[in-house]
Structure formats: C-alpha cells, structure tokens
C-alpha cells in the first residue's frame, strides 16, 4: 500500500503515469496462443485450440425450425410495445410503461398473456368500453359529441421481426462449430482457463482474446483506444478471423455487450449465444459520479483498495482460494490508466431495449445469485425483452462465477450447446378419396350383411 501511494505521489508531480503500459510478459506463446494485429500497431493476443478429433461427425439432425416473429413499437413517450406473434417463440405480450416526458434506457417491463388485452390508459391506442360489447353507451352520445375526439397515438418507430431460425445441437465432433470467450473490464483471456481447457477435450475449437490494454495485448497510450466501438471492432476482426458455420459467443459482464454487438451484425453466423453475469438490456453511458473519473495516479494510489473491493464483490467467499484464483488467472491486474479509459469508454447509446428485442439468437443467460455488480432483476428484464431467452441463477456463486463454480457453468454451456427445439408433428395427410366414393363406400357397408367380401361395385349399386 505504502510503495502504491509513493508511486502515486511521484505520478503527480513528475505529471506522468507511474508505469510505462506494456503487454504482459507470457512464457505460453507455443501452447494454442496467437499475436494477431488487428491494426498497424495494436497486437492482440489470442488463444485458440483446434483440438485433434479421431473422427469428425457430419451434422446428421436437422434440429428444429423456429419462428421468430415479433412486431416492437416504440412511442416518443419512452413507452416501448412488444408483441411476439410466433406460435412457438412465446404467446405473451410485453408491454413496457414509462412516464417520463423523455425517453430513457431503462423500462419496467410488465408481462402479460397474448388473449388479454392491454389496459386503455397504459395500452399505446385506446379502444371501446369492453363492458357494453364494444359501444359506448347511448346516454353519453351527447358528452362524446361536445368533447373533443382522442386522436390515437401513432408510434414513433415499428420494427417488424419476420423469419425462420434452424436451431440444432452442436457437438464437438462438428468441425463446423467455433466458440468465443470474450472477457470483460480488468479480466483476461485467463479467466476461462477451466472452460477453454474443458470444451476443447471435448472436441470443440475454442477461442479466446485478450482485450486491448490486458493480458498480453498491447496497451495503446491514448483513451480512445479502448472506447467501446474501438473494442467492438476488434472483436469483429477477431470473430471474422477465426468464425466458422455455427458460431457460439460466450460473453461474461462488459464482454457481453461486445457478444450482442456480433449477434447483431452477423445473426447467421451466430447459432447460439451465452450471456454470464451482462446486466440489463440498457444502453452503455459511462457514470459522472464515478471513483474512475479521478486522475490516473489517485486510482494507483487506491489500487490495493480496488482490488480489495473487487474479491469483496466479485466472489461470494473471499479466502485463500479466492484470492489464488485473482493471481492464476490475471483477473483484474490492469493498469490505472486502461482501467479509467475502459470505465469512461463505455458509451453505446445504440444498444437499448430495441437493439436487444431485435435479436432472434437463442441465448443463455447465467447469473450468480451473491453478485453485487449485477443485480438479478437486470438479467431477468433482458430475459424479458429478448426474443429466446432461458435465465439460470446458480446460488453458489458470484460475478466470477465462471470461476467459483466452473463444473456448474460447465454442465449448463454444455447441455445448452446441445439443445434443439423439438420439431412440431408432421401435419396428417388429408385423404385422396372423393366425397362421393367414400359416401357410396359408406353407405354399401351399412347395407351388406358382409362389408368385408363386398365387391365396391356391389356397394355403389345398393
């Protein structure tokens, strides 16, 4: 703590930063790790594993189709309207009320079923008086008359989800499947240690960045290099790279919004997508009250306090274990300046509520019940709002949950990787017989004393 403030105090007077950002040194370049540059100078390093199969499987099943359709209205009120319409995407109605003369980011969703209608005072149009079957009643024809007609609100902007998602299972042995861990702020690709090394025993091809400014990837010295659309596309070369047929994204906290993000701009490339510990479906706007808007050598100087802070919140258990895992795997062990530049980067006013309910990527969301980062209620709103979504709320663990509890997490991204929907029932087949023959047939039965040796000409003539 003591050598932290010393250098924090020379940081200040000699007005520059107390350690020069460089990549960390690493000794595993050879063991599935890649420098890839993904712009003259920014170098990010990558660890991919394309595991050795004794024998690769063809995707036999055809999975299950699914019909993704939804129509999302949004009202210059902030009041956002969402109807699903596909049979088997889900008969519900999300109807989101906001008050506010302006609309914001963050909206109470209210959910409620497809056959009940919307009340007329939170409802976007208002329609007749259900008690008199539909009409108003005659005594107040003459009050109607003299009050001014209510003109029906029209919505701001509609967006209308129309199509067909073929979902199947991805196994290992299918070498057209790829899946992507992004991490989050002051996390490293060494975070999924126990994920990476479980899925590619398993058979599947794996890969995981480090982002700008940790691990061993360069740190640029500018602010603006780690800005959330400076960070999204290098994820988007990075996923160009490496993508196969059926892509997995598996995001966890700041890394999600960066998986959203791809889901968007290459939805069929994307099969299945993994939210752990993402928060809300609210657009990015970095906090003005904020620890992280102090001077870079006051954050070094609390550096011992933050890190501190972040085993208090980060795990549910803060002991010996807790603290290895923080050392092993490079968990937060970034710089003060790329932790200030990430914290105050963070802006993406595109991704709201509608950006989210655009999606028709299935998606797993995981959340650890003691997490004091992200609050449950923020992973079931983007439940709610996402077109294919399933919540799984893991009680042993925390923000790091992908660390504290990695055989859980394991199991879940496993049985979801092999999930398809069940295909509905063929359609039964209509019969090629015409009305008359099969009324003749019928009525010869009723009249022979044997409808078994009956000749069909001796029915049609009785």
Known sequence: ???????????????????????????????????????????????????????VEE???????????????????????????????????????????EPRSSVEVELKDCGDAPPAAAGPEAGPDPANGGEAPAAGHAEQAQQPRRRRRRPKRTVVIDCERRI??????????????????????????????????????VIAPDLAGHGASSAPQISAAYTFYALAEDMRLVFKRYARRRNILIGHSYGVSFCTFLA???????H?????????????????????????????????????SFLKAGFARQGAREKQLLRENNAFNVSSFVLRAMMSGQYWPEGDEVYHAELTVPTLLIHGLHDKFVPVEEDQRMAEILLMAFLKVLEDGSHMIMMECPDAVNTLLHEFFLWE????????????TRPETAKALTDGARAAPEPAQARPETARQT
Request: hydrophobic share 35%.
């Open 59 to 101: 995707p036999t099943g055809q999975g299950g189709t699914v019909s993704c359709k939804r129509k999302i209205r949004v009202y210059r009120s902030g009041q956002l309207f969402i109807e699903n319409l596909g049979e088997r995407a889900g008969a519900e109605l999300k109807h989101c009320q906001n008050g506010d003369p």
């Open 168 to 205: 199947s299972a991805c196994k290992g042995t299918h070498a057209d499947v790829a899946l992507f861990f992004i991490h989050g702020v002051g996390g490293s690709l060494d975070i999924w240690g126990s994920q990476l090394d479980f899925f590619s025993r398993l058979g599947y091809e």
């Open 421 to 432: 929907p069940t295909s509905p029932p063929a359609p039964k087949q209509e019969s090629r």
């Open 1 to 55: 703590m003591l050598t932290s403030f010393m250098e924090g105090l020379f940081c200040c007077l000699a007005s520059k930063p107390t350690n020069i950002v460089v990549p960390v040194e690493t000794s595993e370049a050879a063991d599935g790790y890649e420098l890839v540059e993904v712009k003259p100078g920014r170098v990010l390093r990558v660890r991919h594993i394309v595991p050795e199969r004794s024998a």
């Open 264 to 270: 968007h701009e290459y939805p069929e490339q994307i």
């Open 272 to 308: 299945k997508m993994v939210m752990i510990n993402g928060g809300g479906p609210t657009a990015l706007e970095p906090s003005i009250c904020s620890i992280f808007n102090l001077p870079t050598c006051v954050l070094h100087c609390l550096s011992p306090l933050l890190a501190w």
